[in-house]
């Protein structure tokens, strides 16, 4: 069964599946990237092969999203994987359903902020492309990208969807649910990354020693995997070709607020579209 590690671009997906990977495979709750790649990212090709011909192609790739997950469940064994995929239907086709899905921890990051490292990431030329970027409902990942540098692991096409629309397709459609926001991450590390733990624990039967914890929620900072970019540690985006334009994955941080950043205009545009989730995400 599948634990997804479910949110929208540069929401913190990652930084939840390194504190993960830390306290699960490491053997002191330090962190060096070592392990990451024990949680892939679903969709890629590796899970596709023996059933479409043109990973390319949205219709054969949408028509086994589903044969592709209860091959990855044949063993029955507890798996967690990344994903930004909108939890959608497309025809007669969903993306999961409860037979493949466990559970999920939703990771959320008010969109002011999100906006900014949109822009960051996807090297748009400005923040008004961001902005449509987030606003876009029919918003597809469609160029391949190598998460490790190996072809099993190149991205297939992933839709998206807007901020709104990725948010909703996920929340509570899980019995065992988890909702964890970004702010929180960064401002209340040592009650939200716990709670983290606690679900999986709970879900995985496994115990974690409470000293690997506490160690790995301080390797874990942002701080520290700036630190551990910078010193050529994060495996999976050293190969971007804008890396010598001086590209950072764990770009601002603490430092994004979008009051400081963001045209007032972009953010009220922002606020009105996305008004009723953000309220009920205590974001306005």
Same mark, same amino acid.
């Given at each position: ?153 190149? *991205?297939?096409?992933?839709? $998206? !969807? ?6 909703? #397709?996920?929340?509570? @459609?899980?019995? /065992? =649910? ?82 400081? *950043?963001?045209?007032?205009? $972009? !953010? ?6 996305? #008004?009723?989730?953000? @309220?009920?995400? /205590? =974001?306005?």
């Amino acid at each position: 069964m599948i634990i997804w590690l479910a949110s929208y671009p540069k929401s913190g997906n990652t930084w939840i599946r390194s504190f993960l990977t830390t306290i699960m495979y490491s053997a002191d709750g330090k962190n060096e990237f070592k392990h990451l790649n024990k949680i892939k990212q679903f969709p890629a090709l590796t899970h596709f092969k023996k059933y479409i011909s043109d990973y390319k192609n949205v219709d054969q790739l949408s028509k086994s999203w589903i044969a592709a997950q209860q091959t990855i469940n044949i063993d029955n064994k507890v798996r967690l994987f990344k994903t930004h995929h909108v939890n959608c239907k497309i025809g007669n086709d969903v993306f999961t359903d409860n037979n493949n899905t466990l559970g999920v921890i939703h990771i959320v990051r008010d969109p002011r902020n999100v906006v900014t490292s949109i822009k960051n990431h996807y090297s748009l030329p400005d923040i008004e492309k961001a902005k449509n970027f987030i606003f876009d409902e029919n918003m597809w990942i469609k160029r391949p990208q190598k998460t490790t540098g190996t072809e099993d692991d190149e *991205i297939v096409p992933t839709l $998206i !969807s807007s901020w709104k629309t990725n948010y909703l #397709s996920w929340k509570n @459609k899980s019995k /065992n =649910y988890l909702l964890i926001r970004y702010e929180d991450l960064l401002n209340n590390p040592q009650e939200t990354f716990p709670k983290v733990t606690k679900f999986i624990s709970n879900l995985m039967n496994i115990d974690i020693e409470q000293r690997k914890i506490e160690e790995a929620i301080v390797s874990n900072s942002f701080e520290s995997l700036q630190k551990l970019e910078e010193k050529g540690m994060f495996e999976e985006y050293n190969h971007r070709v804008d890396k010598k334009k001086g590209f950072k994955f764990f770009n601002l941080g603490p430092k994004n607020t979008w009051q400081n *950043i963001l045209d007032p205009k $972009i !953010s009220n545009e922002i606020s009105e579209r996305f #008004s009723k989730e953000m @309220k009920e995400l /205590n =974001y306005i």
